[in-house]
């Protein structure tokens, strides 16, 4: 009896000093503000480089490069001619895709540029630039097409794979709901999921287009059908309150698109050719 | 340091409740279900390998190679690597066998610390008895042992309970899945990784409850009267 009065007491008094640690931390909160001036751009300029975070995992918009092992892609140009642009140097952080955001928040980059849609940042708190990209979302099966999938409708009860996190998932929720997938099931990286559909575990996977036809190019074993779902709005994103740091890159963005070097990253990088 | 409590919003969690319960279960069926399976690897493997012979030192490799290397490298090698030469297993599965046989290695060293902390005298006596090998560990010395081996068992289900959170990456809806979902949604980092990890530890704490009431009961039961 005695032991038992002895170890609920200790449980006791754990439950009270967690209760005492949050109370503590949030009692020593609510600090001022570091004031309301934007000094985003400032401080970028004054470092002279524009650290930017992306998921090198999305070939061909950013990738790590077999040969050199140096991250490249659509993105990494884009960003690197901008930066230039703002007369500073673009340095590239590689980070898991499901950690970038947080990052952003906590201040371990300026900006993501990193095939990133307007929809998977949404709930964020951030800023977008313009956007600089319509990416399709399309439906991936394997070669031959077993299941004869044609369409999204074709999805019902079939089992489909999406990376989380992304706006093929969320598009992959709604579908979901609409048609009746038999399970819609969530990997890290949408390579994870394509593995497993050769694999013959799952019978289709919902990805960006570039990124599937740059899959299909490394992998000859599968194949695009349908219609694209839907069009995502890709754009670089910003902590909230960079104003000055998103008008100065909306302004060289609209610079790189007149002087035509963004038709020739384009074409160097996405274009589609199936 | 300014921690601001006031961006804490419960509301998320309530809103995905069923989710997060739903997945409890998911963990906990893979929990019960590997446990179960390093529980019988590890009884037959550590009983085998309480003798010196060659079948041993083959399982002694084993035991070393699941222990030597990362429970998640291990997962991805037999979820992804073995489907590439056409052992294709639902993730489910791959799951449990991962984790089965991981913690079979840890099981298996547990079992044998035991077997080798029952005297002499309870071989002998049942072999004066007329039992053999078999019929003695089984019946005389297992037994015992398995008493002495209960904490150190409940420490290995506490650990596999919290390693299947790495089987999130096999797209097993489960509690780490579901937590990363939310999060990827909803951004709010803090109120979801404080009630997954308190779920998992209400899960591990409300079992090493219920084992020490096991402790304490096997305690009573004769012989060696050595837990309390």
């Known amino acids: 009896?005695?032991?038992?009065?002895?170890?609920?007491?200790?449980?006791?008094?754990?439950?009270?000093?967690?209760?005492?640690?949050?109370?503590?931390?949030?009692?020593?909160?609510?600090?001022?503000?570091?004031?309301?001036?934007?000094?985003?751009?400032?401080?970028?300029?004054?470092?002279?480089?524009?650290?930017?975070?992306?998921?090198p995992?999305?070939?061909?918009?950013?990738?790590?490069?077999?040969?050199?092992?140096?991250?490249?892609?659509?993105?990494?140009?884009?960003?690197?001619?901008?930066?230039?642009?703002?007369?500073?140097?673009?340095?590239?952080?590689?980070?898991?895709?499901?950690?970038?955001?947080?990052?952003?928040?906590?201040?371990?980059?300026?900006?993501?540029?990193?095939?990133?849609?307007?929809?998977?940042?949404?709930?964020?708190?951030?800023?977008?630039?313009?956007?600089?990209?319509?990416?399709?979302?399309?439906?991936?099966?394997?070669?031959?097409?077993?299941?004869?999938?044609?369409?999204?409708?074709?999805l019902a009860d079939m089992v489909v794979g999406v990376q989380l996190g992304s706006g093929s998932e969320q598009i992959g929720d709604a579908l979901n709901t609409e048609v009746g997938f038999k399970d819609l099931r969530k990997y890290k990286l949408t390579q994870d999921a394509m593995n497993d559909l050769k694999a013959g575990r799952i019978d289709a996977v919902l990805a960006g287009e570039t990124f599937a036809v740059e899959q299909s190019k490394v992998d000859p074993s599968f194949d695009v059908v349908g219609e694209p779902l839907e069009s995502a709005e890709i754009v670089a994103v910003f902590r909230k309150g960079s104003t000055a740091l998103v008008e100065e890159f909306n302004r060289q963005l609209a610079v790189v698109i007149q002087e035509g070097t963004y038709d020739e990253l384009v074409a160097k990088w996405l274009t589609v050719t199936l | 340091m300014a921690i601001d409590m006031d961006t804490v919003q419960w509301r998320v969690i309530a809103d995905w409740a069923p989710e997060l319960l739903r997945a409890a279960g998911v963990t906990l069926q893979i929990t019960v279900l590997s446990f179960l399976c390093a529980l019988t690897i590890g009884i037959?493997?550590?009983?085998?390998?309480?003798?010196?012979?060659?079948?041993?030192?083959?399982?002694?490799?084993?035991?070393?190679?699941?222990?030597?290397?990362?429970?998640?490298?291990?997962?991805?090698?037999?979820?992804?690597?073995?489907?590439?030469?056409?052992?294709?297993?639902?993730?489910?599965?791959?799951?449990?066998?991962?984790?089965?046989?991981?913690?079979?290695?840890?099981?298996?060293?547990?079992?044998?610390?035991?077997?080798?902390?029952?005297?002499?005298?309870?071989?002998?006596?049942?072999?004066?008895?007329?039992?053999?090998?078999?019929?003695?560990?089984?019946?005389?010395?297992?037994?015992?042992?398995?008493?002495?081996?209960?904490?150190?068992?409940?420490?290995?289900?506490?650990?596999?309970l919290?390693?299947?959170?790495?089987?999130?990456?096999?797209?097993?809806t489960e509690m780490m899945n579901i937590a990363n979902q939310i999060y990827s949604r909803t951004f709010r980092a803090f109120e979801i990784f404080a009630v997954v990890a308190l779920m998992y530890f209400v899960m591990t704490y409300g079992f090493s409850v219920a084992s020490r009431a096991l402790e304490r009961r096997l305690a009573g039961a004769g012989g060696l009267g050595k837990a309390r």
């Not at chain 1, 439906?139 to 077993?146: A, D, E, F, H, Y």
């Open chain 1, 1 to 55: 009896m005695k032991q038992r009065n002895a170890r609920s007491f200790g449980l006791v008094l754990c439950i009270t000093m967690a209760f005492a640690l949050i109370l503590g931390l949030s009692g020593c909160g609510n600090e001022a503000e570091t004031g309301s001036s934007d000094d985003s751009l400032k401080t970028v300029q004054e470092r002279g480089e524009l650290i930017v975070g992306l998921a």
């Open chain 1, 57 to 154: 995992f999305y070939a061909p918009f950013e990738s790590t490069n077999e040969t050199t092992k140096e991250i490249e892609g659509f993105d990494v140009d884009l960003a690197g001619v901008i930066a230039e642009k703002m007369g500073v140097k673009a340095v590239f952080k590689g980070a898991e895709w499901q950690g970038l955001l947080g990052g952003l928040e906590k201040g371990d980059y300026d900006v993501l540029v990193t095939a990133m849609s307007k929809k998977e940042a949404a709930e964020a708190n951030v800023e977008f630039s313009d956007v600089y990209y319509l990416l399709d979302d399309i439906i991936i099966v394997p070669k031959g097409n077993p299941k004869n999938i044609s369409g999204k409708d074709d």
């Open chain 2, 44 to 160: 037959v493997v550590g009983t085998l390998r309480s003798r010196r012979t060659w079948v041993a030192r083959l399982l002694g490799l084993y035991v070393e190679l699941f222990r030597g290397t990362p429970l998640l490298v291990q997962l991805f090698f037999i979820y992804y690597g073995l489907a590439q030469l056409g052992l294709v297993m639902p993730a489910f599965t791959a799951a449990v066998v991962g984790l089965g046989l991981n913690g079979g290695a840890y099981v298996s060293e547990i079992v044998r610390g035991a077997l080798s902390a029952i005297g002499r005298g309870q071989y002998d006596a049942a072999h004066s008895l007329g039992f053999g090998w078999v019929g003695t560990i089984t019946w005389i010395v297992m037994p015992q042992a398995l008493r002495i081996a209960t904490p150190p068992l409940v420490n290995s289900f506490a650990s596999m």
């Open chain 2, 162 to 172: 919290k390693d299947t959170s790495l089987v999130s990456l096999l797209a097993i």
